[in-house]
């Protein structure tokens, strides 16, 4: 596998013209679209680099992660020393790009230490991750500042260069801290959703049991009083888990425990109805022929 050690290589490598200066490149992604080679694979290189792409077709493989590219906006992009990189691109690519070596940090004067503060640029960490618009227009701005003073004369820039670089690691460490957080939050707000699901599907299991105590155990109310939630909550989460809504579930289960008991048990059909809580022996046929296309002495008999 190809290892990287300097920009100058990387660039020869990837076939887009040298970097103006050894410990720092920075770019825009369409002015590399021209030449750069559109499949790369698998490699490594001895750099910290911050992308945002605002327009982008193709897939990119960071570590063990791979991003596909349709049409998100403010996509961030991240690579550390010695991860793994490959990308299979479309020359579409919109966006900027800083990429600099450690040497950079150093000469600047960059007190801090890149792993301990800015934790998006650990290995397993750099994960790209789109983020909102107003967050994606004021990272643009700042890597449009420091693109500029970098491809200018001024005999002060790379003093600039260094403020700038500092306040978009800034940034996006709040954009990567604010992501960090959401994704907490719908962690924590799924493993809920699962342990309220699977009491739900405990009532239903035991709401038909011979000793089942739950009234009007055939609608979704009766189980939403229970867990005490309304039934609408209820039906959102099972929905959004199982695909199915919760008076699926349980006709689901009343068919199982039905089919169960015309097998295995000799109660006629009236006596089944009743144990599994239909008001009349027709209630109960009616639903039973809907759900499979036949009747509960048919399906007996067969």
Request: glycine share 2%.
């Amino acid at each position: 596998m190809r290892h990287i050690y300097t920009l100058s290589e990387y660039c020869e490598y990837i076939n887009i013209p040298g970097p103006r200066h050894l410990s720092l490149d920075v770019r825009k992604f369409e002015d590399n679209m021209r030449t750069v080679r559109r499949q790369v694979p698998p490699f490594r290189h001895e750099f910290y680099a911050i992308s945002v792409v605002n327009a982008a077709s193709g897939t990119t493989q960071t570590g063990d992660h791979v991003q596909r590219y349709e049409a998100q906006p403010h996509i961030l992009l991240f690579n550390s020393p010695y991860q793994l990189l490959s990308w299979n691109i479309q020359p579409d690519w919109q966006g900027y790009y800083v990429i600099f070596t450690e040497d950079f940090v150093q000469s600047a004067q960059l007190r801090f230490n890149l792993m301990v503060d800015f934790p998006f640029l650990r290995l397993d960490q750099s994960i790209p991750f789109t983020v909102p618009k107003e967050e994606g227009e004021t990272l643009n701005l700042l890597f449009s500042k420091i693109h500029q003073e970098y491809h200018g004369d001024q005999s002060d820039k790379f003093q600039l260069i260094s403020g700038y670089t500092y306040l978009l690691l800034l940034y996006v460490r709040r954009s990567f801290e604010r992501q960090q957080r959401a994704a907490f939050t719908s962690e924590h707000n799924r493993t809920r959703e699962i342990q309220l699901l699977s009491r739900f599907r405990t009532l239903v299991e035991t709401a038909f049991h011979p000793d089942g105590n739950l009234e009007q155990s055939h609608l979704v109310r009766s189980y939403a009083d229970r867990l005490h939630i309304h039934p609408n909550h209820l039906n959102a989460v099972v929905k959004r888990i199982t695909n199915k809504t919760a008076k699926q579930i349980i006709q689901d289960r009343i068919l199982t425990f039905a089919k169960s008991l015309l097998r295995e048990t000799e109660l006629d059909i009236s006596e089944v109805a009743y144990r599994l809580h239909f008001d009349e022996p027709t209630h109960f046929s009616s639903f039973f022929k809907r759900q499979t296309g036949t009747t509960p002495s048919r399906f007996r008999q067969d």
